[in-house]
C-alpha cells in the first residue's frame, strides 16, 4: 500500500511537472477565452509566455514579450531584462495585470486551473498542447496563424519536416527493436506508454513500446508497472528518463539496476541500456524535437 501511494504521487507530480501534457484526445488545437477579441497583427500587441515551451516558440517568431515565466532553465537571451511573473502553475497575478497583456501563452494542461485564476482579467489566452512530437509541429502551426505570422511558420516547419525525412529514410526496412522507457526520479520509479512525448518518438521511429499493450484503455502517458511484468517483456532496449534531480536520479537507477533481476534481462547483458540526456528528452516536447528524434533513430538502430 506504501509503495503503491508513492506511486500515485509520482504520478501527480509528474502531471503536474511536465506543464505540458494533456489527455491524448485532445488535438491540441489553440483555446481562447470569450474575452474581447483582438485584431490581427498579434506579433505587435503585449504577450505573456507562461511556459518555458511557449517563450521558446515567441523567441523562434521574433517576439519580444512583455512577461515571461520565472524559471531555472535558460530562457532566450532576449528575455534576459523582461518582466518574470512567477511558476506555469501559479503567476503572480500582480506581476501580470501590471503588464497589461492581451495575449496570455501557457499550456493546455494548466488550462482549468489558469482559467479559474484570469476571471475577470481582460486578456485572452492560448493553450498549447505538448503531449508528443506531432504536437511540436501543431503548435508551430497555431503559434504562428495567431501572430499572423504564417509564413514564416511554413518555413519553419518544412525545414523541420525536411529533416525528419532525412531520418527516417536512413533507418528504412530496418527490423524493430522492443523498448522499454522507464522514467526515473530520486524515489520512484514509473514506465513510459506511447502517450508520452518519449514515447511518441518511439513510435515515430517505428519502434515497439512493450508499454502498448499495459495503456490500453489507460490513456496515461507514466504506469506502475511490476517486475514480473518487464520480465516477461524483456525488451531489446531499455531507455532511462529522468525529469526530478537528474543526477540524483540517476545514481537511483544505477543502484536499481545493479540488482540481480535487471542484470538477467537481454538488454542490460547486450548493453543496451541508454540514459537519455534532459536537453533533449523531456517529460513534455520541446522545439529540439527533431534532434530527439534524431538522437533516438541512433539508440534504435544504430
Excluded at 112 to 133: I, P, Q, R, V
Excluded at 262 to 279: F, I, Q
Aim: charge should be negative.
Amino acid at each position: 500500500m506504501k509503495k503503491f501511494k508513492s506511486l500515485m504521487a509520482l504520478a501527480l507530480c509528474v502531471t503536474m511537472g511536465m506543464v505540458g501534457c494533456s489527455s491524448p484526445t485532445d488535438t491540441g488545437k489553440v483555446e481562447a477565452k470569450n474575452e474581447p477579441q483582438i485584431e490581427e497583427g498579434m506579433a505587435e500587441k503585449k504577450i505573456i509566455a507562461g511556459t518555458f515551451m511557449s517563450a521558446e516558440l515567441l523567441d523562434l517568431f521574433d517576439i519580444n514579450p512583455v512577461g515571461v515565466l520565472t524559471s531555472e532553465k535558460a530562457l532566450p537571451e532576449r528575455y534576459k531584462d523582461v518582466a518574470k511573473i512567477g511558476s506555469p502553475m501559479k503567476p503572480d497575478l500582480e506581476v501580470v495585470a501590471s503588464l497589461s497583456p492581451e495575449l496570455y501563452v501557457s499550456d493546455s494542461n494548466l488550462k482549468e486551473a489558469l482559467d479559474e485564476m484570469f476571471k475577470g482579467m481582460a486578456f485572452e489566452t492560448m493553450y498549447l498542447t505538448n503531449n508528443s512530437y506531432e504536437n511540436v509541429f501543431q503548435n508551430i502551426e497555431n503559434v504562428g496563424e495567431r501572430l499572423d505570422k504564417t509564413n514564416k511558420a511554413n518555413e519553419i516547419i518544412k525545414e523541420m519536416r525536411d529533416q525528419e525525412k532525412k531520418i527516417m529514410d536512413a533507418i528504412a526496412g530496418k527490423e524493430a527493436p522492443k523498448v522499454l522507457i522507464l522514467f526515473g526520479t530520486p524515489e520512484s520509479f514509473m514506465i513510459a506508454t506511447p502517450h508520452s512525448y518519449t514515447g511518441s518518438l518511439v513510435e515515430k521511429l517505428g519502434g515497439i513500446n512493450v508499454a502498448e499493450g499495459m495503456a490500453a484503455g489507460r490513456p496515461s502517458p507514466y504506469l506502475p508497472y511490476s517486475l514480473e511484468t518487464v520480465a516477461e517483456l524483456n525488451p531489446d532496449i531499455i531507455l532511462r528518463l529522468t525529469h526530478v534531480s537528474p543526477e540524483v536520479s540517476r545514481k537511483a537507477f544505477d543502484a536499481e539496476f545493479a540488482k540481480g533481476f535487471w542484470t538477467n534481462l537481454d538488454a542490460v547483458k547486450n548493453g543496451e541500456v541508454y540514459d537519455l540526456d534532459n536537453e533533449n528528452f523531456g517529460v513534455s516536447a520541446n522545439l529540439r524535437a527533431v534532434k530527439a528524434l534524431e538522437k533516438m533513430a541512433k539508440i534504435l538502430y544504430k
